[in-house]
Structure formats: C-alpha cells, structure tokens
C-alpha cells in the first residue's frame, strides 16, 4: 500500500451492460471516495458500459484469453501489479478460480463476492458449488447476498452463510411520480386517458418470461374490451422470438418493442409495472418502478417475492402465480381496477422502498465489510 493515497479496489465482472451490479457502482460512485475505482471485464467483449463506467471514475481493464490458463496468469500478473486493497468479485461463473488469483497475487488483499441472484442447478452443480463456495470461504472470501431470496438460496442450498446487503437503484432519478408528471409524459407519449399503458425493463431471456405478458394480454385482446399499450424496454436473444410471439396474437401497435432505452419517461407514464420472471436476484429495474410508487404485477418468485416484506402499509405490489390464467385474471382485475380510477401511484410504497433498498445504508455496509 506504500505510496497510494487511497485504498484500491477493483470490481471483477463479466461483460460490462448497463444492468446489475455495473448499473449499482455506477449511480453509487461517488459514495467510494475513499478509493480508487476499478472495473475487470472477463468476457470477450469489453461491454458497451465500460466508457459509462469510466465517466464517473472508474478504470474499466478488460483481460480475456481462449485459454483458461493464459486468462488466470494475465489476471494474477495484474492483480499483483496493482496491489489491490479490495478485489470484489460479482460473477458467478468461475468465481473461485478468481478467489484463488486474488489470493495468490494479493494476500493482504479483502476478498469480497456478491451472489447476485438465486442460481439453480442440478444435483451434480449443487454439489461442485458446495464444494466451490466451502474453497472461497477458506481462502477468506466474504461473501454478500443481495436480498433474502439470495440469501435463504446460498445457506439452504449451498449450505453457504453470507450478510445480506440490499441492492439499490439512482435515487436522484427514480421517486415518487405524482399525477401531474404522469399526465405530462402521457401527454407527451399521445397516450389517452382511457388506454391501460403497461410497462416491462429487462433484457430479453428465458428467465424473464416476457412471453407471459404477451399471451396475456393476446389473451385479453381477443375479449376486445381492452384498450391498452404496452411499451417492452430491453433486448436479449429471444427478441426476435418475443416479436414473433407478438405478430401471432395480432398485437402489432400495441406492443411496441424500444430496444434498450432510458426507462424513465415510459414509468412516468405508465399504469402499471410488469415483472413475470421465472426467478431474480432482486431486480434493479422492479426497484425503479416500485420506489416511483408505480403500481406492479409480479409472479410469485424468489427474488420478487422479497417485496411482500415491504407491504406494512398501503401499496400497489400485485403478485400472480407462473401460470397463464392466474396471470391473465390478476392483469383483468388490475385493469378493471384502471378503468375505475383506482389504480393509481402510492406514496407510502416509494416511502416504504426507498427506506428498505437505500443506496447510502447499503453502500455503508459494504465499507464496513471491505475495512
């Protein structure tokens, strides 16, 4: 540590997207004063975030090989240049052969690994993952879990204690969204008051499930008694099959697919959030909509379900079961519920939010556990 002013520290990940733990460390970066910054790409592309990253602080390195050997010797020469303080790994695959460098090049170094979602497997992953996760744990690794559902997953599964620090979102642009924003944006987006305007951000995947919002509401559309829109934020590698899925239930015009685009405007404007994954860690874009106070529909999942333990007092956080039908009955009723004038934007739930998944607390946590 000789000759830094600051403590170092560097945040492995994978390819750098504007989603996760990248979206965190950027809205929180200038709470790590008292460090200097650094982000490790593992992937074979950079990420289109790295120069994102690197306006507010952080030095984005990008170290990938074919060769598994030449990537871990690249990376251990590396660490062991830089010294680091604090190496903070967030991605899963591989995780430990990260720990093992990052002990070999920095044996003072806090070794820190944040499990960012409820990862499932099959009996034989279980296995190697106890295994895994046992390893990293005696090489001194702490470990975090960002929720509850991530939490109770890593203990009951993988028999692996960690502290649970909240994930967070930008304060600064995500509140509470009161009737004039939300009669401007529609204004603005030529939406009319009596169409139900539904909402949905994260990248196209299995795992999203955004197929079920979609032969939901074909579902509903053949009723004909539902004027609705529904703007469909990300993309993945199912795009394309989504579209299709969409041209099939004759939904041209009023699904209309935006590709990755700042979310905000469409939240101000929206009646209702959508979230029908299979399973999360706990969602970033789930904590954006809910601290604005916007009412959302969610399966009952791990990782969403962390949200019921936000309902002490009045908000509008819906949940349906996986299925096709409980899910088409719940959007009904909240549609009907629209069309009364009842679904509307709570304060008391982005009161509620913003006091549990609080960026300054959690990011306070993590200095404690990096000291």
Not at 85 to 109: F, M, Q, W
Not at 240 to 252: A, F, M, Q
Not at 270 to 287: H, K, N, Q, R, T
Not at 293 to 317: N, Q, S, W, Y
Request: hydrophobic letters at 35%; charged letters at 25%; a positive charge.
């Amino acid at each position: 540590m000789s000759g830094k002013e600051k403590l170092r520290v560097i945040h492995v990940l994978n390819c750098l997207l504007p989603s996760g733990a990248e979206m965190m460390l950027y809205d929180s970066a200038d709470l790590w004063k008292d460090y200097e910054k650094y982000v490790l790409a593992t992937f074979q592309n950079r990420g289109e975030f790295a120069d994102k990253l690197e306006t507010v602080g952080y030095s984005a390195v990008h170290i990938y090989n074919r060769s598994k050997i030449k990537k871990f010797i690249k990376t251990f020469i590396y660490f062991n240049k830089m010294e680091f303080d604090v190496i903070h790994i967030h991605r899963e695959g591989n995780s430990y052969l990260y720990a093992l460098t990052a002990k070999l090049a920095c044996p003072k170094a806090k070794i820190i690994r944040t499990v960012h979602n409820v990862f499932k497997y099959n009996r034989f992953e279980r296995k190697k993952y106890i295994f895994t996760r046992w390893l990293e744990r005696k090489l001194g690794v702490k470990y975090i879990a960002i929720g509850e559902s991530v939490y109770k997953n890593e203990l009951n599964l993988l028999k692996n204690p960690c502290k649970i620090i909240n994930n967070w979102c930008d304060e600064s642009r995500f509140n509470f969204i009161d009737p004039l924003r939300h009669a401007y944006a529609r204004e603005k987006l030529k939406i009319n008051n009596d169409i139900f305007c539904i909402v949905s951000v994260g990248n196209c995947s299995n795992i999203k499930n955004h197929k079920l919002i979609i032969e939901a509401l074909g579902t509903l559309n053949k009723k004909r008694i539902h004027k609705f829109v529904y703007y469909h934020i990300g993309q993945g590698s199912i795009t394309e099959d989504e579209v299709e899925l969409s041209n099939e239930y004759g939904l041209n015009g009023q699904i209309l697919f935006l590709g990755r685009v700042q979310p905000d405007l469409y939240l101000e404007a929206c009646d209702l959030f959508v979230m029908p994954s299979l399973y999360e860690g706990v969602s970033i874009a789930a904590l954006e909509a809910l601290r604005s106070g916007i009412p959302a529909l969610f399966t009952d999942v791990p990782g969403l379900r962390d949200f019921k333990d936000c309902v002490l007092e009045e908000t509008e956080i819906h949940y349906s079961n996986i299925e096709l039908n409980p899910f088409v009955k719940k959007l009904n009723e909240l549609y009907i519920k629209f069309s009364q004038g009842d679904l509307i934007n709570k304060k008391t739930q982005s009161r509620q939010i913003s006091s549990k998944y609080n960026m300054k607390k959690s990011v306070r946590e993590y200095l404690e556990v990096y000291k």
